[in-house]
């Protein structure tokens, strides 16, 4: 499975951005996908995921409420809708597929990851 995150970009504090990430290859539909990112200096961290079905989703606490993981299978493609964006929330954001039997937070359980977007949150 190859990867592509697109969307990112500079937008003002309380702004909105929809990321973007298209897979290819046939196994979409049967990956779990998530969302992590990385700020400057600090380390990778949890943001959301999703199911293979889209049934079930998680949010790391710091982004509950304002964003919202979806997926298309058909378009093989899953986004990232983020609202009420903060300064904190600046950082590279990728996408990532995991094939465990259950969904997961864990980064080591994902097994492919895209080349991540920027994004920058203004004050």
């Known amino acids: 499975v190859q990867l592509q995150a697109s969307g990112g970009g500079v937008v003002q504090a309380g702004g909105s951005l929809r990321l973007s990430c298209a897979a290819s290859?046939?196994?979409?539909?049967?990956?779990?996908m998530g969302w992590f990112r990385q700020a400057p200096g600090k380390e990778r961290e949890f943001v959301a995921t999703?199911?293979?079905?889209?049934?079930?989703?998680y949010y790391a606490d710091s982004v509950k409420g304002r964003f919202t993981t979806s997926r298309e299978n058909a378009k093989n493609t899953v986004y990232l809708q983020m609202n009420s964006l903060k300064p904190e929330d600046t950082a590279v954001y990728y996408c990532?597929?995991?094939?465990?039997?259950?969904?997961?937070?864990?980064?080591?359980?994902?097994?492919?990851w895209g080349q991540g977007t920027q994004v920058t949150v203004s004050s």
């Open positions: 990532a597929a995991s094939r465990e039997l259950g969904v997961t937070t864990a980064q080591g359980a994902y097994d492919y």
């Open positions: 290859g046939r196994t979409f539909s049967r990956s779990h």
């Open positions: 999703i199911s293979r079905s889209a049934a079930t989703t």
